[in-house]
């Protein structure tokens, strides 16, 4: 079954500590994302990668750092400058072009005490 | 800027009623595409619909109808008949075009709407 595959699903660190989430999808799609989701606000843009080695800044990529070095794979390190890291992060994928639909993992849920 | 405004926070229903989730969004931009999406208790985000900004057909699929109009910049969701199944979370979104078709994957995500359906 193709799909992205998130681990793991529930993350407890440390504040001050440096933590990464895992992200990888069999779909050979070109595309992937990083998002946030907060209660009541809706899913904002971390960062994005439309080729490998290549990635760009999203909505609110301060705290954060990406790499992209297979096509599969795009983990999301959370730094400790990031204030309030304590979120669901959902990973998605999706093919090359304008408007074509996101697929998105199961999401890691991070909790920073 | 873009705007996705999901006035509706939480929807209450009981099973076999209609219920219609609104979307209202904001962009200067003539070519876009807008999106719904299903988050279920499992977490992960179920692409429903895309609607690119040059067609205003509407769109039925089973008990799943949108209606799409421009000259209220509204985008809404009807679920016909709905089912405990249906209890979820529903985003709309909307991507504009930056680049000259470069600009996959910004979406602008609504807050949400939980929708709770009750047997």
């Known amino acids: 079954d193709g799909g992205i595959t998130q681990s793991p699903k529930y993350l407890f660190r440390k504040e001050g500590q440096n933590v990464t989430l895992s992200c990888e999808q069999n779909?050979?799609?070109?595309?992937m994302y990083w998002y946030r989701q907060d209660p009541g606000q809706g899913l904002r843009l971390i960062y994005y990668s439309q080729i490998v080695n290549d990635f760009q800044k999203g909505d609110i990529a301060e705290g954060y750092s990406v790499s992209r070095e297979k096509k599969e794979s795009f983990p999301l390190t959370v730094t400790s400058a990031q204030k309030n890291p304590t979120a669901f992060y959902l990973c998605?994928?999706?093919?090359?072009?304008?408007?074509?639909?996101?697929?998105f993992g199961n999401g890691t849920r991070l909790t920073v005490t | 800027a873009q705007k996705v405004t999901q006035a509706q926070t939480e929807i209450s229903v009981v099973e076999k009623e209609d219920v219609t989730l609104d979307c209202v969004y904001e962009t200067r931009d003539t070519t876009y595409y807008l999106f719904w999406y299903k988050q279920p208790p499992s977490g992960e985000l179920v692409f429903l619909i895309r609607?690119?900004?040059?067609?205003?057909q509407n769109e039925i699929s089973g008990r799943y109808s949108w209606n799409f109009q421009k000259s209220t910049s509204s985008f809404n969701f009807t679920i016909t008949a709905s089912q405990v199944v249906d209890s979820a979370v529903y985003f709309c979104a909307l991507i504009i075009d930056y680049a000259g078709g470069t600009s996959y994957g910004k979406l602008t995500f609504g807050q949400g709407t939980i929708l709770t359906v009750h047997p």
């Open positions: 779909l050979n799609h070109d595309a």
């Open positions: 998605a994928s999706s093919m090359a072009g304008f408007g074509s639909p996101l697929h």
């Open positions: 609607r690119n900004s040059f067609d205003e």
